[in-house]
C-alpha cells in the first residue's frame, strides 16, 4: 500500500489559537482573551488563510464571555491585525507577565499592544485600561498562557494533520486547510 509524504499530509494548514484567562486591574477582575501562535505554511502564505484564521479567532472572542480582548505581536504585524480583526494598537500600555523580577514585559520586547474592549463593564473601565501597565499574573517566563501551560505553535504532525488539534489547556484554535 503507498505511504502519502508528511509534506503532502501537512500543506496549507494555517492555525490561530484563542488564549484565555482571568486578571485582576485597578481592584477588578477582568476575563481577557487574544490570539495566539497564528502560524501559516511558508508555501501557503499571501493566500488570505490567516487573514480567515485570525478574523474566526476574534469572532470567538467577541461571542464569548470575555471583557477584554489583548494581545502583542511584532510592530510590523500591527497593520495586519487591524485588519484581519480591527485590533487597535494600545500605544500607552505595557504588558507584563507579573511583577516578578524577570516576568516578560512588552516595552523591552518592542512588542506592540492591542486591544478591544468588549463588555460593558471594561467599556466603562477604558481609562483604566487604555494607560497602563496590565499585569497577567503570569509565572516568570510566559506570556498569556496559564500556569505549566507551553505554547504549541509548530506546524502539524503528519498523523494530526487532517483533523484539527489545538495546543494544550487553555487555548483553543482553529485550522483552515487549502481545498
Known amino acids: 500500500m503507498p505511504r502519502r509524504s508528511s509534506s503532502a499530509s501537512t500543506a496549507g494548514w494555517c492555525y490561530a489559537g484563542v488564549v484565555r484567562t482571568t486578571i485582576r486591574h485597578a481592584g477588578q477582575s477582568f476575563a481577557i482573551a487574544g490570539p495566539s501562535c497564528v502560524a501559516t505554511d511558508p508555501a501557503y502564505r499571501g493566500r488570505g488563510f490567516a487573514t480567515r484564521a485570525v ?6 472572542i467577541e461571542h464569548s464571555d470575555r471583557d477584554v480582548g489583548i494581545f502583542t505581536c511584532d510592530p510590523p504585524l500591527a497593520r495586519f491585525y487591524a485588519r484581519a480583526g480591527a485590533w487597535p494598537v494600545v500605544p500607552h ?14 516595552t523591552p520586547l518592542g512588542k506592540a ?30 506570556f498569556l498562557w496559564g500556569p505549566g501551560v507551553r505554547p504549541r505553535c509548530e506546524a ?12 494544550p489547556s487553555r487555548a483553543s484554535g482553529r485550522r483552515f486547510r487549502r481545498r
Open 156 to 167: 502539524p504532525a503528519p498523523d494530526r494533520a487532517a483533523g484539527a488539534t489545538p495546543p
Open 113 to 142: 499592544g492591542l486591544m478591544r474592549l468588549f463588555s460593558a463593564k471594561a467599556r466603562a473601565a477604558a481609562e483604566e485600561l487604555s494607560h497602563t501597565t496590565i499585569d497577567l499574573g503570569l509565572p516568570v517566563g510566559q
Open 93 to 106: 500600555v505595557v504588558l507584563v507577565g507579573s511583577r516578578d523580577e524577570g516576568a516578560l514585559d512588552s
Open 55 to 60: 478574523a474566526a479567532a476574534t469572532r470567538s
